[in-house]
């Protein structure tokens, strides 16, 4: 009697079981932007879904500088209003309107802790949000997303906020976020 060969069945459920939790665990990072507020219409989520699949690669800070974002060294905040976190700028993207291609990545490391209601600052930053940045040579304020740009957030250019990567209780396209802190010197 000759042995029996070995069923490769099991294998074969194995791998389609990792390929399945594998693909899963990857749309649950990228797939489900963070917001608050009101939403906007439905339709600006088509739209947002190119920056998202633009910019989630980025959610790693190192990889910022591979993508042509420059770092800027401040932390921006204002305390009335909360802050916006640190800007990779990318001066290819300023005067950009498409969505894919937002001028600056924010990223933040201070966060309201929950229980202490004051900031912590552990661990790596995080990308929170994504801005374009266009010029004001004298025009209307330019829109995106059924948004107008803010006049004058940065003196000379108008500026639209997208918060899809950390909550903003102040609105998805809000300037500022009350949940973003930064570190004082």
């Known amino acids: 009697m000759s042995p029996r060969p070995l069923s490769s069945r099991p294998l074969r459920s194995a791998v389609k079981t990792a390929l399945a939790v594998a693909t899963a665990a990857a749309f649950a990072l990228t797939a489900a932007p963070a917001h608050a507020a009101s939403d906007p219409d439905p339709s600006v989520w088509t739209e947002l879904s190119k920056t998202t699949q633009a910019t989630a690669r980025y959610g790693y800070e190192g990889f910022a500088a591979g993508g042509g974002y420059v770092r800027t060294d401040a932390c921006v905040a204002d305390p009335a ?3 916006m976190g640190y800007h990779y700028v ?3 993207n ?3 309107l498409d969505p894919a291609k937002p001028a600056a990545l924010l990223y933040a490391d201070g966060f309201k802790n929950e ?3 004051g900031p912590d600052f552990g661990g790596a930053r995080k990308l929170v ?3 374009w940045v266009v010029k004001d040579k004298g025009q209307a304020a330019p829109t995106l997303f059924g948004q107008t740009f803010q006049k004058d957030q940065l003196p000379g250019y108008f500026t639209l906020h997208a918060w899809l990567y950390k ?3 102040a609105g998805l396209f809000a300037a500022w976020n009350p949940e973003v802190v930064c570190p004082t010197v």
């Open 90 to 92: 990318n001066p290819a």
């Open 115 to 117: 229980y202490t209601g």
């Open 94 to 96: 300023i005067d950009s």
């Open 81 to 83: 209003e909360g802050g």
């Open 129 to 131: 949000a994504v801005e």
């Open 167 to 169: 909550p903003n209780s």
